[in-house]
């Protein structure tokens, strides 16, 4: 039900009542307001009689009897502590006043009938009873219209209310704020510019907006009118906090706000354009971030975490505005950019904190930390992906200066073997119950047994190294550089976490249920098993640790005819694993291929192809086709390895994997590259004599 419907059904406007309230003989009640014509009642023997005098006088036609009725229920709910525990009769006194005459009240403005003075008590007598009800209502009246449908009128009533006043305004509106009908109501609500104004003096202004947007997206509201609101608000805050020198509020509230929305919602369509406050905002937490002589620890963590999501939100367009390399100082050809003191304090706050976190595992200070290295983990990895990009890009010109780029690469390298150490300690505690310890070595509680219970592992009480958001964070970080650079030292450190990379890997393959709260570590821990095949301890110890049948377990689950194709993400997932795969088989401390590997021939024959018999001949995804092609090429390097006893065994799957290669080339649309690939595996299996 709108503002306006509701109106409607109250009484009607008298003609000289459209343009304010006329002039009401003041009440003694009301404080600071002298009366020539006293209306106060006659003594009553109970707050009980009293009350019901009030009500009759709320119930009377005109606004004089209602305004002294409203003036003397103020005064008994302020002084009748037994009144104010009474949910029956409090609602009984809200429901006895016309909504109607209050929104009046909060519209009184100077006029000939009525002076400044009289018309600023009659706003503060509407917002002290407001406030007085929105403290005492039962949570049934709190979520009706009548409070919640106040919102405009309170929100014009700002502008002419005292300091008291107003705090008191901004409670009601934080009140009905916090339910979804008052939520609605104000989201609805046009003039927030009054509000909005407050912000930085009164906290209650960004609380109460906070809770407007974020039940709303709850809500499930239209993209066009939230994205309208939210440009509009947010574009007024930030230029609204520019000066400010606390803009830690900020930050936390567009923080908490853009984080309650989905990016679904937010990517809707494609190319999506760059909202107006975001190039201002992110100046805003660039300044933040590198000057510590003007904003403190609290804000510079808020601006990471608030970074973090403008990243997950925009992936488009905050890279660029975040990491822009332009020198702070024209004059220097060496001077840092605010991107790079910016990832110099990210990458700075990893190696202070990774050291000692392992002992906080279970302390109360915990979530907020490892919330605020999770969001300098994605930072540093958006980092990583930036650069990338730019070095990869046709611009002859290099981001940085060389001199800073070592530095940079020196840092990174530097705190995240900081993070491989502290991944492997947790790891083995949560295994083996010590850092650094061999699940094999655990010892019993009473030695003398030889099936009694192992000693007690341990780890953070709500939940293993699987459903931590850092690890994930870590994990993708790590993940990234190692297939990025080229560094053997920091390769030759990960690769002694190959069995921790496998065992997160194996937590997400067994999500079969609603309650498992594990992570997906499936795209991270392939990238990083793709930059480690290359070393031969992590070839080691992957084989060592089953990795290949891991992964070939989990691609036969994927390529499953029940199920295959499932979407992009899953062929994403099972063209990663193929790669992995191959490197697997192509290396050369490898050696001959095992039997049990055939899984992979397997699949290659079991593929069912589109043709031109077929529905949807000639369709095929691209996606779809492609892994089938790599999955080929990786059976045909597989051939070539397997022992000849293998080969006698296995002709006839050999054969057949064969024909669906011969058919994979006389496919349309399978370049003539790849179809020279595809030739060289029918001719390996002719060599096989297959």
């Known amino acids: 039900m709108a503002p306006d419907a509701e109106h409607d059904m109250e009484e009607k406007v008298r003609p000289e009542e459209r343009n304010g309230m006329k002039s009401i003989p003041a009440s003694p009640l009301v404080p600071g307001v002298a009366s020539k014509h006293e209306q106060t009642p006659k003594a009553v023997p109970d707050s009980r009689n009293a009350l019901e005098h009030c009500l009759n006088l709320l119930r009377k036609g005109d606004d004089t009897s209602r305004f002294v ?24 006194c809200w429901d006895a006043i016309p909504a109607r005459f209050l929104d009046r009240l909060l519209r009184a403005s100077e006029s000939q009938q009525k002076s400044e003075d009289e018309a600023r008590n009659m706003v503060q007598l509407a917002v002290s009873v407001l406030h007085a009800f929105a403290s005492l209502l039962p949570v049934e009246a709190m979520n009706g219209e009548k409070l919640a449908f106040r919102s405009s009128a309170l929100l014009g009533a700002i502008s002419k209310s005292s300091s008291e006043t107003v705090t008191h305004i901004l409670h009601i509106l934080s009140t009905a704020g916090s339910t979804q009908i008052g939520s609605l109501a104000l989201f609805q609500t046009d003039n927030w510019d009054q509000l909005i104004k407050l912000a930085p003096k009164e906290p209650l202004v960004l609380d109460t907006i906070q809770n407007v947007f974020i039940i709303a997206a709850l809500r499930d509201t239209e993209r066009s009118p939230m994205q309208k609101k939210l440009d509009t608000t947010v574009s007024a805050l930030v230029d609204l906090y520019e000066k400010a020198d606390n803009k830690s509020p900020l930050f936390e509230t567009l923080d908490r706000i853009l984080s309650s929305l989905p990016p679904t919602w937010l990517q809707e369509k494609l190319p999506q354009p760059s909202p107006s406050w975001l190039k201002p905002l992110v100046k805003m937490l660039s300044v933040t971030t590198t000057s ?10 808020s601006a990471v975490l608030l970074s973090a999501t403008l990243l997950r939100l925009y992936p488009s367009h905050t890279p660029a505005l975040l990491f822009n ?4 100082s024209a004059t220097s050809k060496d ?29 109360p200070s915990y979530p907020q930390t490892s919330n605020r290295l999770a969001a300098s983990y994605d930072l540093t990895s958006a980092f990583i992906s930036f650069l990338i990009q730019s070095l990869d890009s046709e611009s002859s010109s290099l981001p940085f200066s060389p001199s800073l780029l070592l530095n940079l690469r020196t840092s990174i390298s530097q705190s995240l073997s900081l993070t491989i150490e502290y991944l492997r300690d947790r790891y083995d505690a949560s295994i083996a119950g010590a850092p650094g310890l061999h699940p094999s070595a655990r010892t019993r509680v009473d030695p003398s047994s030889t099936s009694g219970p192992l000693s007690i592992t341990w780890d953070s009480a709500t939940g293993g190294m699987e459903t931590d958001p850092l690890t994930l964070a870590q994990v993708r970080t790590l993940a990234l550089w190692l297939r990025e650079d080229d560094g053997e030292t920091l390769k030759k450190e990960a ?30 821990v392939l990238i990083a098993l793709e930059g480690l095949m290359t070393t031969t301890e992590a070839l080691e110890s992957f084989l060592g640790n089953s990795g290949f049948e891991t992964l070939l377990a ?13 979407n992009r993400d899953s062929s994403a997932i099972a063209l990663s694993i193929v790669r992995v795969l191959q490197l697997v088989v192509t290396a050369e401390e490898v050696g001959p291929a095992k039997e049990e590997w055939i899984g992979i021939v397997q699949l290659v024959s079991g593929f069912k192809l589109l043709d031109d018999n077929d529905n ?23 051939i070539a390895r397997f022992p000849p006893g293998v080969l006698r065994r296995r002709k006839a799957l050999l054969a057949k994997a064969g024909e669906v290669v011969q058919k994979m ?5 399978v370049d003539e590259e790849t179809k020279m690939e595809l030739e060289g595996v029918v001719e390996r299996l002719a060599d096989c004599g297959i």
């Open 335 to 363: 001077s840092k950019s605010a991107s790079y003191l910016f990832v110099n304090l990210l990458l700075i706050d990893i190696r202070s904190s990774i050291p000692s976190l392992l002992e906080t595992l279970n302390s």
């Open 325 to 328: 390399p332009k020198p702070l």
């Open 292 to 301: 510590p002589n003007r904003s403190g620890p609290q804000s510079r963590q």
């Open 495 to 524: 690769a002694g976490i190959t069995d921790l990379f496998l065992a997160l890997y194996t937590s997400t393959t067994l999500k079969n249920d609603d309650e498992n709260k594990n992570l997906d570590f499936k795209s991270p």
């Open 554 to 566: 989990d691609l036969q689950t994927i390529l499953s005819p029940e199920t295959f194709p499932r």
């Open 69 to 92: 009725g409203l003036a003397l229920l103020k005064s008994i709910l302020d002084n009748e502590v037994e009144l104010q525990g009474d949910p029956k009769i409090i609602t009984r």
């Open 665 to 669: 080339i006389a496919r349309e649309g």
């Open 616 to 638: 949807d001949g000639g369709n095929e995804e691209k996606e779809t086709l492609d892994l089938k092609i790599e999955l080929a090429l990786l059976a045909a390097d597989l």
